[in-house]
């Protein structure tokens, strides 16, 4: 087996389950962040580099900052989170919705390994000018599109966070 | 298994290196702000007082190691390291010289010379303010928590500007290797001048060197541990070595913002119209390279001194207001602009 792989597997699956039971909030987005960086290294032994950069930068550096962030600014050290859910119908239906989205998982794992064999990578693989040949030749137009999506919703969040004039 | 010793090497010279500089550092800084404020600073340690920072290591090392009986006890611990780290291992993909020849190998002088160098620095430097949020959560202290608070603040704020100027010298020179960029400089520009980043990238070079103070969490952009209105923020409650800790990454984060500078922006390694090694042997270039890298590299440690002993603090608001405001809207003008000449010269 691919040590490498089940090494930082297991402790993204240790930090996720650290981040969605740990009752402080800051060391659960601390595990958030041990998640998104074991992830990276996944990414790494991928081959692709500058997925794993992305995930670090992106991820780790900024959404989870921007949470953090957040996370300062409405509790205090010391605070804990509230109960989970007590809602029972809303726990058995989170129930049900994981137990469909493990099988669409694994279903989804079992099609990859069918259509996908092996093969040799493809020369400069996962290099930053390949990634930007594919994003603004091939694929441009779902890049154009998912930049518009972007623009909407900053749009959007203008607009609400906007004072009223009048 | 040659490949792996010298990597080795490599490491632990530039480790060894950057834990001498940032340690001259302190008394350079001690010693620079006495000549600015007319003082005369330590002088009574060695000579010219340059055992200064021996002594307050071994002060820091042996003072009694305080967790306040609140903290939280893991994320205090946690808080230094999270700090030190990302700012030791930036410096792996910055080249400190060209190449040397020892023994007819050719030796790199980098330790990593990867094809996403460049993002690799974006994406390490934005781990540094996890360390401060981290320690300033941890202490369960008031102080502590408004200097996590505004250095989280400030470094999404400043990452922006400074992405983006990052971003603009990738478009000039084709390349997010840091050598290749370095090795691009050589020669002269228009004829005349060096063929210098500045040249090409002034208004970049400001914005990089504006934004990299706020990284960098020094004067005028110190608000997380402004002491005049929270103590000294997300430190308040550290103290001996942990204290050290979060010092001594400071000042390798400047030995890294300053190898970045001269590396994009002042030609690395080369002198301006005299190319080096057309008239020294092989290893004498090597250690020459090195020199006249460090050599700048150190004028930009200055600067940092001079600056920070020199212009007042900001208030926090005109923080937010000039890297909004003014950084934001000039780095995009910049890169727009670059873009176009790029796209109209090539």
Do not use: C
Not at chain 2, 126 to 146: D, P
Request: proline fraction near 4%.
């Amino acid at each position: 087996m691919d040590v490498y792989f089940l090494l930082f597997a297991a402790i993204s699956v240790v930090a996720g389950l650290f981040t969605v039971t740990a009752k402080d909030a800051l060391p659960s987005a601390m595990g958030l962040l041990t998640v998104f960086i074991s992830l990276a290294a996944l990414y790494l032994h991928l081959n692709a580099p500058l997925l794993a950069i992305f995930q670090v930068t992106i991820y780790a550096g900024a959404i989870l900052v921007l949470m953090v962030f957040v996370i300062m600014l409405l509790m205090s050290p010391g605070d804990e989170m509230q109960e989970y859910q007590p809602n029972v119908a809303y726990r058995g239906l989170g129930a049900i919705l994981s137990v469909i989205l493990l099988g669409l998982v694994g279903v989804a794992v079992k099609g990859i390994s069918d259509v996908v064999q092996a093969r040799q990578l493809p020369d400069g693989f996962g290099t930053p000018g390949q990634f930007g040949n594919l994003m603004f030749k091939d694929f441009l137009l779902h890049f154009e599109v998912v930049s518009i999506l972007l623009l909407v919703a900053l749009v959007g969040g203008i607009y609400l966070a906007k004072k009223d004039v009048n | 298994m040659n490949d792996w010793v010298i990597a080795l090497i490599k490491v632990v010279f530039i480790w060894t290196w950057t834990l001498i500089i940032a340690t001259i550092m302190t008394w350079v800084e001690r010693r620079g702000s006495a000549m600015i404020q007319d003082r005369l600073g330590p002088n009574r340690a060695g000579p010219f007082g340059l055992f200064q920072p021996l002594a307050d290591g071994i002060k820091l090392f042996t003072k009694e190691d305080i967790i306040p009986e609140k903290a939280h006890k893991i994320l205090f611990n946690l808080g230094p390291i999270l700090f030190a780290l990302p700012a030791f291992s930036a410096y792996a993909v910055v080249p400190f010289g060209d190449k040397i020849v020892i023994g007819g190998k050719e030796i790199l002088l980098q330790v990593a010379d990867v094809n996403v160098g460049f993002l690799y620095i974006v994406a390490v430097g934005s781990m540094a303010v996890y360390g401060i949020v981290v320690g300033g959560w941890g202490s369960n202290n008031k102080y502590s928590i408004l200097g996590g608070l505004r250095s989280t603040a400030q470094l999404i704020s400043y990452e922006v500007p400074w992405g983006i100027v990052l971003l603009t010298t990738v478009m000039v020179y084709g390349t997010f290797s840091l050598r290749e960029i370095s090795l691009a400089q050589q020669g002269t520009f228009l004829g005349f001048l060096p063929n210098w980043g500045i040249f090409k990238q002034p208004l970049g070079f400001i914005l990089f060197i504006v934004t990299a103070y706020a990284e960098a969490n020094r004067v005028p952009f110190d608000l997380p541990e402004a002491e005049s209105e929270i103590v000294a923020g997300y430190h308040t409650e550290y103290g001996s070595m942990r204290l050290g800790l979060y010092l001594f990454g400071e000042y390798v984060n400047m030995y890294t913002l300053a190898a970045l500078m001269v590396t994009l922006f002042f030609g690395a390694w080369h002198l301006p119209y005299v190319d080096m090694s057309k008239f020294l042997s092989p290893f004498a270039y090597g250690i020459a390279s090195f020199l006249v890298f460090f050599a700048k590299v150190a004028f930009f440690l200055w600067l940092f001194v001079w600056v920070r002993w020199t212009v007042p603090r900001f208030r926090y608001d005109q923080v937010m207001g000039l890297g909004w405001k003014a950084l934001i809207p000039l780095a995009l003008a910049n890169l727009f602009i670059t873009a176009l000449v790029v796209q109209l010269t090539v």
